[in-house]
């Protein structure tokens, strides 16, 4: 995270105009009724981003990196083009990853595969793999979560990644699952990956691209080990989403306790960024320009993001 301005004084001073009273507004910490992003217009410098000279670490949608840890981006190839699936940051301590990213634009939003087609090919249904970018010593395989008291839970969505075979297969890397409760996983968890889906990601008319990290918590104090000792079971998940519409940014944080079910909404479990960097202790979106990433993390509008 980087510097917030500690007095209205200070900020007066050096914004001008509609634009310095709009940062004002949107900058305010807590959940809001309404709300206005912050307009590209107010790029400058950016002294938090990850290094440049790491391929894909300056995607918006890539938190600040942890040097100790691998960094990973799978991709495809895909009408030609080259599409990133996801990317991941991995401790290989756990067996589990930080935190997965990734995007949904017009191209991803489109299904050309179904997870039942698995089914006639090869895997017979399950293409469940090791990721091929891990050492094979640090990836687990499907005796880690046999007795471990949770399901293979994708973290990256399978329905996600539907616009072809190559990027669903890739959702089914160990890399990007956690062991989840089985009810968890088929319930609030998807109920809030639906959300994700059809509210925002499949509406150009509410985003033109939004950017999604993903994961469960697996720092000291957030997580059990799993009942046969070779996984972390977290205790929250959380989701930071990012929505650039026309050159305006907004965002919105997801915090939920990892139990099989609850009388929580959607909206009950909304949180802006900064709150979602102190309960997970990660730093995201620090690719934003300084000021637009002030701005818009600070904010919290469930409102705008049709949450009641």
């Known amino acids: 995270m980087s510097h917030r301005y500690s007095s209205f004084s200070s900020i007066l001073n050096n914004f001008k105009g509609w634009f310095g009273i709009l940062?004002?507004?949107?900058?305010?910490?807590?959940?809001?009724?309404?709300?206005?992003?912050?307009?590209?217009?107010?790029?400058?410098?950016?002294?938090?981003?990850?290094?440049?000279?790491q391929a894909y670490a300056r995607m918006l949608?890539?938190?600040?990196?942890?040097?100790?840890?691998?960094?990973?981006?799978?991709?495809?190839?895909?009408?030609?083009?080259?599409?990133?699936?996801?990317?991941?940051?991995?401790?290989?301590?756990?067996h589990h990853s930080r935190w997965v990213a990734f995007q949904w634009y017009?191209?991803?939003?489109?299904?050309?595969?179904?997870r039942s087609n698995w089914y006639s090919t090869s895997w017979g249904g399950d293409p469940f793999q090791a990721?091929?970018?891990?050492?094979?010593?640090?990836?687990?395989?499907?005796?880690?979560?046999?007795?471990?008291?949770?399901?293979?839970?994708?973290?990256?969505?399978?329905?996600?990644?539907?616009?072809?075979?190559?990027?669903?297969?890739?959702?089914f890397y160990y890399s990007n699952m956690s062991p989840m409760d089985y009810d968890f996983n088929?319930?609030?968890?998807?109920?809030?990956?639906?959300?994700?889906?059809?509210t925002w990601a499949?509406?150009?008319?509410?985003?033109?691209?939004?950017y999604v990290v993903k994961g469960g918590t697996i720092r000291e104090g957030e997580y059990r080990i799993s009942n046969n000792g070779r996984l972390p079971i977290p205790k929250?998940?959380?989701?930071?989403?990012?929505?650039?519409?026309?050159?305006?940014?907004?965002?919105?944080?997801?915090?939920?306790?990892?139990k099989p079910t609850t009388t929580s909404t959607i909206a009950d479990c909304a949180v802006s960024i900064d709150q979602l960097e102190q309960l997970t202790g990660m730093d995201?979106?620090?690719?934003?320009?300084?000021?637009?990433?002030?701005?818009v993390e600070a904010s919290c509008y469930p409102a705008v993001w049709g949450l009641r």
């Open 236 to 258: 929250h998940y959380f989701m930071a989403l990012l929505c650039r519409k026309s050159g305006t940014y907004k965002s919105i944080g997801f915090w939920v306790e990892h």
């Open 186 to 198: 088929g319930g609030f968890w998807m109920d809030l990956e639906i959300a994700v889906r059809d």
């Open 202 to 210: 499949y509406k150009a008319t509410f985003c033109d691209t939004l």
């Open 23 to 53: 940062f004002l507004l949107v900058g305010m910490t807590g959940c809001s009724p309404e709300d206005t992003g912050p307009d590209e217009t107010s790029i400058s410098r950016n002294d938090n981003a990850n290094p440049s000279t």
């Open 106 to 114: 017009d191209i991803v939003n489109e299904k050309h595969w179904y």
């Open 131 to 171: 990721d091929p970018k891990l050492k094979a010593s640090v990836c687990p395989d499907r005796s880690y979560f046999t007795g471990s008291g949770g399901v293979r839970g994708h973290i990256c969505a399978s329905e996600d990644r539907v616009y072809s075979r190559d990027a669903n297969e890739q959702t």
């Open 284 to 295: 995201f979106f620090c690719n934003l320009p300084d000021k637009i990433e002030d701005a």
């Open 61 to 94: 949608e890539i938190p600040r990196l942890d040097s100790r840890n691998p960094f990973i981006t799978h991709t495809t190839n895909y009408n030609g083009r080259e599409t990133v699936t996801f990317s991941l940051e991995y401790d290989e301590a756990l």
